[in-house]
């Protein structure tokens, strides 16, 4: 048994030695918004910047006034508001008098065979006029030359798709430990230092920013192809990157912010829809992301306490790594580093949601989105 321990535990030294430490070294090459200068306005395509907004009176008006403060040259502004039951509809209707670079679509009813959001920033595309895309949230907010240094970004690198880490807004200790262990997550399985090699499968989408050229998104087939996706953003990115076009990951701190689900509570409850839906709705690896979440990420730090021998030296390793990482994660975050120390409780958290989403899930026989029901039969059919 003692073996069994001391092979489990190397193997997940291994992982750390190997792929945590490339991904960490990987941080240091993905692009900061901060290094690129605002672009030449007589050089600056034209960019549709489109949104989807559902019941978001709360949020709304703050984010629609940075819109107004936005500094790009060559900008529109597409609202859809889908389908909305409280203030959203007049909030948008009144930005418009203020802001004459934006235009709101309303959505009243939505078709068969589409989900809310990705059929709002269809129609929101459909209206648009830019040679580039840029899909974000209702709740994010921008700095006044985000677009401009982004769009710098894109014509230095000659991409096709930019999406970019931002800040997250936080209340508390918790919401902390919560989100710094998601940042990192993402940096793992998304592999995002690698989205922006060619010869690399790896993608990554994220919904507060990404920036996309026209022409290879209708190449892509556009929201029509992800019309019944629940991770649209992820597998917006996806679908660009197989299909062929240079996409890459940046970090937007102190440029793009978003109000997410404020709140410890809200944020698993917020993601509730998300988890098994990223799974493809396979129970197997819904079981297999617990597992090895556990194994890489909870387990060594019990193997520090409790182990013996190569046990704890094999631990320790792994713990070093992971420790490490986490503290790249928090300073590119602008979040004190000692909460890198919660790293063993992010995990078990991390697990709670995917076990909690694929359960309500599958009692639910489908998801819950923006007051709209989906069957989970028509969710696998949908799946990109």
């Not at 840029?134 to 006044?144: G, N, S």
């Not at 970004?153 to 200790?173: P, S």
């Not at 010869?199 to 192809?225: D, M, P, W």
């Not at 102190?254 to 509730?272: C, M, S, Y």
Request: charged share 20%.
């Amino acid at each position: 048994m003692h073996t069994f321990w001391i092979i489990l535990f190397a193997l997940v030294a291994a992982f750390w030695l190997f792929y945590g430490l490339r991904n960490m070294v990987g941080l240091l090459y993905l692009p900061w918004l901060s290094k690129f200068p605002p672009i030449d306005p007589k050089s600056a395509p034209r960019v549709s910047l489109v949104f989807a907004a559902r019941d978001e009176e709360e949020k709304l008006p703050v984010a629609i006034r940075t819109l107004s403060t936005i500094s790009y040259p060559n900008l529109e502004i597409i609202a859809a508001d889908d389908r909305s039951k409280d203030k959203t509809p007049s909030i948008l209707d009144d930005a418009v008098r203020t802001n004459d670079r934006l235009r709101v679509i309303h959505v009243k009813e939505l078709p068969q065979g589409w989900l809310g959001k990705p059929h709002a920033l269809q129609k929101a595309y459909e209206a648009s006029t830019g040679e580039w895309i840029l899909f974000t949230d209702a709740d994010v907010r921008f700095a006044p030359d985000a677009l401009s240094r982004a769009m710098t970004l894109v014509q230095t690198r000659k991409l096709d798709h930019l999406t970019l880490f931002g800040d997250v807004d936080r209340e508390g200790f918790w919401d902390t430990v919560l989100l710094t262990f998601f940042g990192l997550a993402m940096h793992i399985v998304g592999d995002s230092h690698r989205v922006s090699n060619p010869n690399s499968r790896a993608y990554l989408g994220i919904g507060a920013f990404q920036l996309v050229r026209r022409s290879a998104y209708e190449a892509c087939g556009t929201h029509k192809r992800l019309a019944m996706e629940v991770v649209d953003d992820i597998k917006l990115g996806k679908i660009l990157k197989l299909g062929g076009y240079r996409s890459c990951v940046g970090v937007a701190v102190g440029f793009v912010a978003v109000r997410w689900h404020t709140g410890f509570r809200n944020l698993i409850r917020g993601v509730t829809k998300n988890f098994f839906a990223g799974l493809n709705y396979s129970v197997p690896l819904a079981i297999a992301a617990m597992v090895s979440m556990l194994m890489t990420n909870f387990a060594p730090f019990v193997g520090v306490i409790f182990g013996h021998g190569w046990v704890r030296i094999l631990a320790g390793v792994s713990v070093a790594v992971a420790l490490l990482f986490h503290v790249f994660v928090d300073i590119g975050a602008k979040i004190s580093p000692l909460y890198a120390l919660t790293h063993p409780i992010g995990a078990l958290i991390f697990c709670w949601m995917i076990l909690r989403s694929t359960v309500v899930t599958l009692r639910q026989g489908g998801v819950v989105w923006r007051d709209t029901f989906y069957k989970l039969s028509d969710l696998k059919k949908g799946v990109v």
